[in-house]
Structures are given as structure tokens and as C-alpha cells.
């Protein structure tokens, strides 16, 4: 895989587009890419992961976060562009993230969705490949051969990360390499054994548990004997190796018991069976006999009642005939009540009409009030045309109003447009003179803007130039004591290091063991070993000698990398501001500004002047027009008035002979209408009180005439003979029950059984009942002992039968269960086949984990002069943690071996890179061979000196043996000088932008 070109738009800190050619960088091999913090190193990076992948590294692509520029303008789109060539194919991705953009109609924003689009270079140009974002990743992925993880490891190779793999436990470096070499089959085989094996102990911990369950009901269904008490159930818990024998045992005891107890229980049933029966049979007899008895005399006793109660039917049915030859007579009697009560009524309401009436009225007839009523109507309907005249004569009274009131307005108007008309010259020239003034400030104001914005700048620069100087001044006297105090601990480092090898022998000495060969001889003997000299110097105080020294290193170099960023910083600014001091910009900005403040303020009401004198010149013309207008309407008026008063008088004439003694004309309707009203309703009650009169009458004569029929004397008679519904019900249905009661005791009376039984002495059925009750129960105690005992011996045979089948079952179960058991233990580490407690997937990163050593220490020994190799170790971690990923390194100098977590910071940048580069090689056969011609490296030079710095750079050159580029992410300033081809990333207020400079290209 080759980068070619890669180009952004509003992505991370890049507002504008950016492009990076690669191919001009990659042209030496290695090219350097540099700038400040926060100018957008890692973006770049960021860039090329999104475009390959669709997502960033790490927690850059969190949620919440966004990939978005925020110095873009709010229409420019975000967009990334990458061109490379993989597996030997030219291709182009370009992404745009989810985003937001202005509406194009209306305010506020709306989303965009995510697009992604691949193109393919051949011979005839460009060709379009997908669209999908799936089948881009798919595409790319299966070309690379490796994950976004895998890439982001081997391409974007982070020294920090490498590091803290070097310093990790074996469970950190297991995640890591996990991912990278994708050995998640591998976790799930061990999974899967895991899984089956607990499954195949649930099921052996089931069938146990089912047995026991088998085994527990079969002794709730043998309940409780002597046998069983002798022989109880065992204790035996699921696994126990005993179970199945044991429980057989019981079962069979509990069978035999059960047995015999049936067999007692069926004699006892047939004995109390035939005393039962005869029981059953008495108390029959007895039931019988005292029923008949009963019955005898419940019947003398209801005959006697009957007798007693013959006056009293008299009674009721002489009574019954009465009313019902009353109902005939009841509907003439409600007819005659209707017509007295209306009769009263309408008697009343006459009264109380003629009682309204006026005296002259009051004994007239209907007929008489009629032709009144009529006469009063006809006066009433000639008031409709003098309404009409009335409304009119008011509708021109509020006319005239309305024309005085116009008058009055008009005048004031026409007043107060003639003081405006006069005052009109002398405002049009102030207006005038205003307008020109804020033309005027506006101007200054534009000249006086284009001058601040460069002395703003100028003075920043001034202000950073100084601050960087005097950072630079700071640190270069730190510098000169922190070298001192450098030099100081390397040479007690070098004379105790000397003083340690001149006693080495002494040391080697004491770890000499009697009868076992010496490590540089090689003598099982050892007559005279050396002994320490006075003030030795052991390797404790050389190791603390040599932290001294480089922890001064790394604060000198420390120091030395704040004072090339401050000088190159202070050179910017320097170049930026120019020759001028501090104070003087200061002081020109301060007038600018105030100067451009006063012009903007005066320039600011530059519209409202020009609006104002527009708005008084359409003033002036619309008001000489209405003044015009408003003579025109003025002589109008005054025709219009004297036409009204003429025609309000000729109405008000007419109107005084209709209105009479009344106010208005409705008025004098109101009066006639109540009168009519008063009339007509007078009128209505005679006549209703006429028609009531003559219905009571008929009422009456058919009352007299339905009396005689029905067989009374007089229709007060039948009035009291009258009996509502409801009683008459009543007395039918005790004349019914006495019938029916007389003929029941009829057939009583004529039964030959019933007499019998009652000539027999008394009977005692509760006696019978009690001792057949007695026997019913000793027979049901022993029907349900019988049954208990049957249903016990068929529960413990089906039991038994079903635990015998549950105990077969089981065998296979606990074979595969031992089998499984063996095999997870096995690839978990956990069993005790497994010596160092290795798991599968430990096992397989191991081999890989040697690998990536092995192609480590190939450029490791390069960067160390050949004093150091990285080796895998399977050894136990010590107690009872596992083995597998332990990673340590061998030291030629001294021969030791020892953990890689001991390696100081700038052994530690060699062992990570080497460490890196290796894993690259590893990983990327591991996908299948795909090539990889770009590397990047984040960070780590800052802790080499010059001499390791000059390795490191040897064996990253060496890389281009293979047609390799390497890009350096650094801070480094020596590298600045050290490495031709660079990107520059340089950070600005609106955004940073990229420089090129190579051999060729500079910008």
C-alpha cells in the first residue's frame, strides 16, 4: 500500500482545502512532519484512517465528538480525498462525514447524511466503483488485508502505546495482540469448551438432582412405618459415587413394606362393609316411618284451620262482587272529575281576565270583545310607515353630527398642515447638512479600519516576540546549569562504572556455588575467589549513578527543546512585527482605534439621516396635496347640511299628529299592543269557561245513567263500591289458596299408608341415622387406608421403574461430562496436564509474540550497537498467575537477562520502534503479504541523543531497501535539520494550513 495524495476540507483544524502530495514527500525515503502543538499533526493522520475506514483512532471518534472544523465558513462542506495505489490498483476514496449546513430557504440548519464514494484509475481516466458505504469498506479492508485496529498498529505505528506494551502484564499485551492478530477463534474454542463443559456438568447436576427427586417422592408416597424408620432414606448429596446403589436398596424396602400393609388394609375393609349395609338399611325404615307420620299430622292441623276460616271467605267474596260491578261504573266517574276540574278552572281565569279589563268592558261579551280587538289592530298597523319617518329623521341627526365633527377635524388639520408647509425650507436644509456629515465619517471610518487590522496583528506579534524572548532568556540559563549538573552525573556515573569493573571479579565471586562450574572459566573448583576491596562499588550504586545521569539527560534535553521552540517562535513573531518596539504599535493602535471608533459612531446614523430627509420630502408633497382636497370637501359640506335641516323638519311635522300623547312612535305601538294583548286573552276565557260549563253537564248525565246499570241506588253508592286494582287481585287470590288448600287436604285424607303409619308407635330416626353415620365412617376410614395402601404400591412400582430409567440415562452423561471436563481444563489453563498454566489463546499469541521478537530484534541490535535482543518467555508469572506473553531482554553487555519494564526512556524508544517495526512485518504477512510502502511514526525522538538519534534515522533509512517512505511525527528541531523532506503544519487564527518542502517543491 502506497499514499499518493490526500486532501481536506473543513476537517479537524483545516478550515480551507488542504492538499499533501506524498509523492514529493516520499521521494527521500523519509520526510519529517512537524508544527506546533495544536496545529494538526495527528489530523493529518486522522484523515488517513477516515478515509480508508470511515472512523478515526481512538477515543477521537467518541460520541459527542465531531470531525467538523470549527474555522469553517458554515456553507463548506467537510470532505476527505485519498488517493493510493493497494494490491497493485490506483484508487481514490473521498468521505464526508455527518454534518450540518445552512437551509437553503428560510433560516436554521439541516443534516446532511454520511457519504463515501470510490473511484478506480485504469487507462480510459476515472471510474466510478460504489457508493455504499459497506461495500467501500468491504473493498478496502479485503485490499489491505488488515482492521482499522491492524492498520492504525502497523501503518500509524504510536511509540507511547509500544511503551506501555513493553512495561504491560501479560494480560495487557494478550488484549493487544488479540486484536491484532485476530485470535478470537482461538478465545472461542476455549469458550466453547468452557461452555460445554459447564452444559455437561448441569446435565450430570440435573440427572443427579432428578434422581434425589425421584428418590424423595418415592418416600412421600411410602409415607411412615416401622420398616421405614429402621431403614431411612440415605443422605447422599448430586456426584456422590454411592447414590445409585443406596437408593435401589431403599426402594426395595419400601416396596415390601408397602405390600403388606395392603394386604391388612383389605381384610379390615370387607369386615366393617357388611356391618355398613345393615346399618344403611335400618335407618331407611325409620326415615320412612317418621315421614308418614309427620305427614298425618300436618294435614289433621291445616283441615282444622280451614274449618275456622269459612266466615271470613263469606266475607271476602261478597265484597269481590261488589267491585266488580263497581268497575263498570268507574270510567264515568273519572270523566265527570275531568270536567269539574276544568269547569273551576277555566270559571277562575274568566274572573281574573274581566278583572284586567277597563271598567266599560268588564260585563261585555265575547262577541263584543272581539270587535274591539279588531279595531285596535287596525290603529296599530298605520304606526309602520311613521316608524319609518322617525328612523329617518334620527338617521339625519347623526348625519349632521357627523358633519360637524368632519368640519371641526378638517380645520385643525388644514391649521396644523399650513405651520408645517411654513417651517418646510429651514428643516430640508438641516436634514440635508446631516446626511453629509455621516457620509463623511463613514468614509474616515473605512480608511481608518484597513490601517487597524495590520497594527492589531503587528502588535500581537510584538507582544509574543517579547514574551518568547524573554522565555528564551529563562531558558537558556537553565540550560547552562542543567548541563553542568549533566556533565557532573555522567562523570560520577563513568568513575563508578570504572571503579565497579576493576572489582568485577569480586562480584562475579560471590555468585559462586561449591562444586559447580564458574561462569567464565568454567572450573568446578574455586581455591582462592576474589573478595571485595575496600569501597567497592556494586551494581546498585552504578545503576543509581547512571538514573542520576540520564534523568539530568532528559531535564537537559528537556530545556534544550523548550529553548529551539521558543527562539524559532521568537524569529516568527520577530519577522511578523517588524522593527518597531512594543510601545510604539501600542501607542498607534490605541489612536487608530479611538480614532475609528469615534468616525464608526458618527458614520452610524448615516441611513437614519437619509430615511429621515426622504421621509420629509413625501411629507411636504403629500400635505400641499390635501390642502388642495380639503377646500373641495368643505363646500360640500355645507350643501349637504342645509339639504338635511329641510328635510328634518318636513318628518318632525307628520310625526306630532301620529305620536299623540306618547313620547316616540314605539312607544305608542307598545301601548296599543298590550291593549290587543289584554283583549284577545279577555275574549279566550269567556269563551273557554262556555265550552267547560256545557262538558260538566255531560258528564254528569252519563255518570246517573252507568250507576243504574251497574244495580246501585245512587252514584254516591258506586263511588264507595270502587276498589282499585290491585285489591281486587288481592282478594281473588285468597279465594284461590282456600280452594287449593281444601282440595289438597281432600287427597291427603283419602291415603291408606298415611293412617297406618299413624296408628304405629313413634318413630326414632336420629337414633338410626347416628349409628348408620357411625358405620359409614369406619367403612369410608377403611375404603380410603385400602386405597391409600393400593395407590402407595402402584406410586412406589412407577416410581421406581422411573428412577431405574433415570439411572441408566445418567452413565453417558457422566462419560461425556469427564471427557469434556478434560479438555476445557486443558485449553483454560486450569488443568494439571497443563504445566505452566498456558490458555489456547495464549499459546497462539506466544508463537506470534516470538515472531514479532525475533523481526524486533533484527533493527533492535542496529539501534543498540548490538547490546540488546528482545526474547519471548513462557515462564510462570510467578504464584498463581499464568505463562505465555512474558517479553524480556538479554543485555550482551552483561550477559543478564531481565524484564523489559527495567529499560530506561531512550532504550525504551529503541525497543518500542524496533518492537513496532517488527510487529508491522508480522502483521502484515499475518494478512496475507500486502505490502506496505508508507509507515508513520508519532513522537518518542525527543529522548535520544545525537548518536542514538543518527541510528535510529540508519535503520528507518534502511527501510527503503524495500521501496519503503517513512513519515516522522517529532517536535524534535534537530530533525528539522537532519531530514530534508517536511510538512509543515502551521497553526493560524482561521485555521492551520500545510507547507511543503522538499528538494524540489517549497510552499
Avoid at 37 to 66: E, F, I, M, N, W
Wanted: aromatic content about 4%.
Amino acid at each position: 500500500m502506497r499514499l499518493h495524495r490526500l486532501a481536506v476540507t473543513a476537517f479537524g483544524p483545516f478550515a480551507d482545502p488542504q492538499e499533501i502530495d506524498f509523492d514529493a514527500l516520499s521521494g527521500a525515503g523519509i520526510f519529517l512532519l512537524h508544527g506546533p502543538t495544536g496545529a494538526g499533526k495527528t489530523s493529518v493522520l486522522d484523515a488517513v484512517c477516515y478515509a480508508l475506514y470511515g472512523s478515526v483512532p481512538g477515543a477521537r471518534q467518541a460520541p459527542g465528538t465531531s470531525l467538523r472544523s470549527d474555522h469553517a465558513a458554515p456553507g463548506t462542506p467537510t470532505e476527505v480525498t485519498l488517493e493510493l495505489t493497494a494490491g497493485g490498483r490506483r484508487l481514490e476514496i473521498t468521505r464526508r462525514p455527518e454534518q450540518e449546513r445552512p437551509k437553503k430557504r428560510g433560516t436554521g440548519t439541516t443534516k446532511d447524511k454520511a457519504q463515501s464514494r470510490l473511484r478506480e484509475h485504469t487507462g480510459d481516466g476515472w471510474t466510478a466503483l460504489s457508493r455504499s458505504h459497506q461495500e467501500i469498506g468491504e473493498e478496502i479492508e479485503h485490499l489491505l488485508g488488515m482492521s482499522r485496529e491492524q492498520f492504525c498498529q502497523v501503518v500509524l505505528l504510536p511509540q507511547g502505546e509500544f511503551a506501555r506494551f513493553l512495561r504491560a502484564d501479560e494480560a495487557a499485551r494478550g488484549r493487544l495482540l488479540g486484536r491484532l492478530f485476530d485470535t478470537r477463534r482461538f478465545a472461542a474454542v476455549e469458550t466453547l469448551l468452557g461452555e460445554r463443559r459447564r452444559a455437561a456438568e448441569a446435565r450430570v447436576r440435573a440427572g443427579d438432582e432428578k434422581v434425589l427427586h425421584t428418590a424423595q417422592r418415592l418416600a412421600q408416597a411410602a409415607g411412615d412405618s416401622a420398616d421405614l424408620r429402621a431403614w431411612p432414606l440415605p443422605g447422599h448429596q448430586p456426584g456422590d459415587p454411592g447414590l445409585a446403589g443406596a437408593v435401589r436398596a431403599w426402594a426395595a424396602v419400601a416396596r415390601c413394606s408397602a405390600r403388606e400393609r395392603l394386604d391388612v388394609a383389605e381384610y379390615a375393609l370387607a369386615a366393617v362393609e357388611g356391618r355398613h349395609a345393615a346399618a344403611r338399611r335400618a335407618a331407611e325404615d325409620a326415615r320412612e316411618l317418621d315421614r308418614l307420620q309427620r305427614r298425618h299430622a300436618e294435614t289433621a292441623r291445616r283441615a282444622a284451620l280451614l274449618a275456622e276460616a269459612e266466615p271470613e271467605r263469606e266475607r271476602v267474596r261478597a265484597l269481590l262482587d261488589r267491585a266488580r260491578r263497581a268497575a263498570m261504573v268507574a270510567p264515568a266517574l273519572e270523566l265527570r272529575g275531568a270536567a269539574s276540574s276544568a269547569h273551576l278552572a277555566a270559571a277562575h281565569a274568566e274572573t281574573a281576565a274581566r278583572a284586567e279589563l277597563p271598567p266599560p268592558l268588564r260585563e261585555a261579551g265575547a262577541d263584543q270583545l272581539a270587535a274591539v280587538e279588531q279595531r285596535l289592530r287596525e290603529e296599530l298597523g298605520a304606526l309602520g310607515a311613521a316608524h319609518r319617518a322617525e328612523q329617518r329623521s334620527a338617521e339625519i341627526g347623526r348625519e349632521r353630527a357627523d358633519l360637524e365633527r368632519e368640519s371641526r377635524a378638517a380645520e385643525e388639520q388644514h391649521q396644523e398642515s399650513a405651520e408645517w408647509l411654513a417651517r418646510w425650507d429651514e428643516t430640508r436644509t438641516a436634514l440635508q447638512e446631516r446626511a453629509d456629515a455621516a457620509q463623511q465619517a463613514a468614509t474616515l471610518a473605512e480608511q481608518l479600519a484597513g490601517r487597524l487590522e495590520p497594527a492589531r496583528m503587528n502588535l500581537s506579534a510584538a507582544r509574543r516576540r517579547d514574551e518568547f524572548a524573554a522565555e528564551a532568556e529563562r531558558a537558556e540559563a537553565e540550560l547552562l546549569d542543567l548541563r553542568e549538573e549533566s556533565a557532573a552525573a555522567r562523570e560520577s556515573w563513568l568513575q563508578l562504572k570504572e571503579a565497579r569493573l576493576r572489582g568485577i571479579a569480586a562480584e562475579l565471586a560471590e555468585a559462586l556455588v561449591a562444586g559447580e562450574a564458574c561462569t567464565v572459566c568454567g572450573s568446578a573448583e574455586h581455591p582462592a575467589p576474589a573478595r571485595p576491596a575496600p569501597g567497592h562499588v556494586d551494581r546498585a550504586a552504578e545503576d543509581a549513578a547512571h538514573a542520576a545521569f540520564e534523568q539530568a539527560e532528559q531535564a537537559r534535553s528537556a530545556v534544550e527543546r523548550r529553548l529551539a521552540a521558543a527562539r524559532e517562535a521568537r524569529a516568527e513573531a520577530a519577522s511578523a512585527a517588524g522593527e518597531a518596539t512594543t510601545a510604539e504599535l501600542l501607542s498607534l493602535t490605541a489612536d487608530l482605534s479611538a480614532r475609528h471608533a469615534a468616525a464608526h459612531a458618527a458614520a452610524a446614523g448615516l441611513h437614519a439621516a437619509r430615511e429621515q430627509l426622504a421621509r420629509a420630502e413625501r411629507e411636504h408633497a403629500a400635505r400641499s396635496a390635501d390642502r388642495l382636497d380639503a377646500e373641495t370637501r368643505a363646500a360640500a359640506r355645507a350643501s349637504r347640511r342645509e339639504a338635511l335641516d329641510r328635510e328634518q323638519a318636513s318628518l318632525e311635522a307628520e310625526l306630532a299628529l301620529v305620536r299623540r300623547d306618547a313620547p316616540t312612535v314605539a312607544a305608542r305601538a307598545r301601548t296599543l299592543e298590550d291593549r290587543v294583548r289584554m283583549v284577545a286573552s279577555a275574549a279566550a276565557c269567556l269563551r273557554r269557561a262556555e265550552t267547560a260549563a256545557a262538558r260538566l253537564k255531560e258528564a254528569d248525565d252519563q255518570l246517573a245513567d252507568a250507576a243504574f246499570k251497574a244495580g246501585f241506588d245512587t252514584v254516591e253508592a258506586a263511588a264507595d263500591a270502587v276498589l282499585p286494582e290491585y285489591e281486587r287481585t288481592a282478594l281473588q287470590h285468597r279465594l284461590d289458596t282456600w280452594q287449593a288448600e281444601e282440595a289438597l287436604l281432600a287427597d291427603r285424607l283419602g291415603e291408606s299408608g298415611t293412617a297406618e303409619a299413624a296408628a304405629q308407635p313413634p318413630a326414632a330416626p336420629d337414633a338410626a341415622e347416628a349409628y348408620a353415620a357411625a358405620a359409614a365412617a369406619k367403612l369410608r376410614t377403611a375404603g380410603s387406608a385400602c386405597d391409600a395402601a393400593r395407590v402407595r404400591c402402584t406410586e412406589l412400582d412407577r416410581l421406581s421403574r422411573q428412577m431405574e430409567q433415570e439411572l441408566r440415562a445418567l452413565g453417558p452423561l457422566r462419560e461425556d461430562y469427564d471427557r469434556v471436563a478434560r479438555l476445557a481444563g486443558l485449553t483454560a489453563g486450569t488443568s494439571a496436564d497443563n504445566e505452566r498454566r498456558m490458555r489456547l489463546e495464549a499459546y497462539v499469541l506466544a508463537a506470534r509474540l516470538e515472531q514479532v521478537a525475533a523481526a524486533a530484534t533484527v533493527r533492535l541490535l542496529r539501534m543498540s550497537g548490538g547490546r540488546y535482543t528482545l526474547v519471548h518467555s513462557d515462564a510462570r508469572a510467578g504464584g498463581r498467575g499464568r505463562s505465555g506473553l512474558g517479553l524480556h531482554v538479554v543485555d550482551a553487555w552483561t550477559g543478564s537477562e531481565r524484564d523489559t519494564a527495567t529499560l530506561s526512556g531512550g532504550e525504551t524508544f529503541f525497543a518500542s520502534l524496533s518492537l513496532a517495526l517488527g510487529l508491522a512485518d508480522v502483521v502484515t504477512d499475518e494478512a496475507g503479504g500486502t505490502r506496505l510502502d508508507t509507515l508513520f511514526i508519532d513522537e518518542g525522538f525527543g529522548s535520544l541523543d545525537d548518536q542514538a538519534l543518527d541510528e535510529v534515522l540508519d535503520v528507518l533509512d534502511s527501510l527503503r531497501e524495500r521501496d519503503r517512505s517513512v513519515g516522522i511525527v517529532s517536535h524534535v528541531a534537530d530533525l528539522r535539520t537532519r531530514v530534508q523532506a517536511q510538512l509543515e503544519i502551521v497553526k493560524q487564527r482561521g485555521g492551520s494550513v500545510v507547507r511543503h518542502r522538499t528538494a524540489a517543491l517549497t510552499d
